[in-house]
């Protein structure tokens, strides 16, 4: 049941260019999407989020665009710089009665950011 | 900057035996979640908790799973008779608020033999 999708498990970019990693998602309950970033050994970090009344949320060099119609969301990098390099992971809350509401990951997408 | 911070890093137990992950999440989020990552598989919902009882847990989450805040700062999962498949990354996590970013911790390998 892959209600978060990403199909891209890897990405290369060279520095100072433009990362995009793209989400996909079927369910139409979900109201809230995050970006998290994870390096080998650690846990997810949080990088930047977006309600689905949005469809841009810019933070530094990280913008997430949402297209709720095409259940579309993408993380753009500007400019891409090595220390960037981990796996990215979409997730999803759905609108829930429940006070703490669970995320639905996709499976990540590796970005390599070449020197 | 606060942290979630998860012991031990690495356990290793022989199937059937009971273990404890234990959690100290950031001293003034109110919900925490239990998540994990099977090598080389999606990081999954476990189980949430607010306000000292279960939010909403995962089909995952069954009878020898729990979870318990023993006092004011941990936070444990609880699996009592482990099983091979249970073999996992396992990730405490911690927010201030349902919508707000939540802080993940660094996680316990749980290898189960």
């Known amino acids: 049941d892959q209600q978060v999708k990403q199909n891209s498990p890897s990405l290369s970019v060279q520095e100072g260019r433009i990362s995009i990693l793209n989400c996909d998602y079927t369910?139409?309950?979900?109201?809230?999407f995050l970006w998290y970033k994870k390096y080998p050994a650690e846990g997810p970090t949080f990088l930047i989020s977006?309600?689905?009344?949005?469809d841009k949320n810019e933070d530094g060099r990280f913008t997430v665009f949402l297209n709720k119609s095409a259940k579309h969301l993408s993380l753009h990098i500007v400019p891409s710089q090595p220390g960037d390099s981990a796996v990215y992971f979409c997730?999803?809350?759905?609108?829930?009665?429940?006070?703490?509401?669970?995320?639905?990951f996709g499976s990540g997408t590796q970005l390599t950011v070449l020197p | 900057e606060p942290e979630v911070t998860q012991t031990p890093s690495h356990q290793v137990t022989q199937m059937g035996q009971e273990v404890i992950l234990r959690c100290v999440p950031i001293s003034n989020h109110l919900y925490f979640y239990w998540y994990r990552q099977i090598l080389g598989q999606k990081v999954e919902f476990l189980v949430s908790?607010?306000?000292?009882?279960?939010?909403?847990k995962s089909e995952i989450f069954d009878d020898q799973f729990s979870v318990e805040r023993p006092d004011g700062s941990n936070f444990t999962l609880k699996i009592r008779s482990t099983k091979l498949e249970d073999s996992a990354m396992y990730f405490c996590a911690s927010s201030s608020g349902p919508y707000n970013g939540y802080t993940f911790g660094s996680g316990t390998r749980l290898t189960v033999v």
């Open positions: 908790f607010y306000n000292n009882e279960i939010s909403e």
């Open positions: 977006i309600s689905s009344i949005k």
């Open positions: 997730a999803a809350i759905p609108e829930s009665s429940g006070s703490a509401r669970q995320l639905t």
């Open positions: 369910n139409s309950m979900f109201d809230y």
